[in-house]
């Protein structure tokens, strides 16, 4: 099993422009999630859904959108980068969503908006 | 609103025991983590207690949970240099969802 893969691993935009992280996992997971990390803030959930079909918002959801048509991918866009997007952006996932399913990460990617 | 925090930065010898300890707000988390980041990489779970304990031990790891305190702490015995990472805090909400500290960098010098 490769685990959970993102793509790209670092990018660079400019401000205004739009791009997509991709994550996928082939451990047939449920439960994915995007966070995240900035320096000193820990991490930070952005979006999460419970299965193909269903997404829903987390503590940081603004600027950012996902959806959900296959159980391995779970895309995240943003449709006009701001330099506050700058940030380290992590997927996981798990088989479900209750505390006792270990969360699987991603290496994540690395963006830079200027 | 739920909280999570930990102290920013540890240094230890290597060989020394280390531990980073943990605070959180939510009294209704059924599991508590520990995260273990090695640089440029995504986070791996390293150990977690179920609330109704007071003690995990998995090798060199020890697991600690004040629930009255609310209090978490994480001891490493025989810290290596391998050891050196960033350590994060977590707890489930009752969503599931995981709440993190803002993460301990461990630093172990020989």
């Known amino acids: 099993n490769a685990g959970v893969t993102q793509t790209p691993k670092f990018q660079v935009l400019k401000t205004g422009q739009s791009m997509t992280l991709q994550c996928a996992q082939d451990?047939?997971?449920?439960?994915m999630s995007w966070y995240r990390q900035d320096p000193g803030m820990g991490l930070r959930l952005i979006h999460y859904s419970v299965g193909a079909g269903i997404t829903d918002q987390g503590e940081v959801p603004n600027g950012y959108n996902v959806s959900r048509s296959t159980t391995e991918d779970f895309p995240l866009r943003l449709l006009s980068a701001a330099p506050s997007q700058t940030s380290v952006y992590f997927c996981?996932?798990?088989?479900?969503?209750?505390?006792?399913?270990?969360?699987?990460f991603g290496p994540g990617t690395r963006l830079t908006v200027l | 609103g739920e909280d999570v925090e930990q102290s920013l930065f540890l240094s230890v010898r290597e060989g020394d025991s280390s531990v980073i300890n943990c605070t959180y707000t939510d009294s209704s988390s059924t599991y508590l983590y520990w995260y273990k980041q090695e640089p440029g990489a995504g986070l791996q779970l390293l150990t977690y207690i179920f609330s109704n304990m007071d003690m995990k031990q998995d090798q060199r790891l020890t697991v600690l949970l004040n629930k009255k305190d609310k209090h978490l702490s994480l001891r490493i015995a025989d810290t290596q240099t391998g050891d050196s990472a960033i350590y994060f805090c977590a707890e489930n909400n009752q969503g599931g969802k995981l709440i993190f500290g803002q993460g301990t960098e461990l630093s172990v010098k020989p």
């Open positions: 996981a996932s798990s088989y479900g969503a209750s505390g006792r399913n270990e969360q699987f």
């Open positions: 451990m047939n997971h449920e439960y």
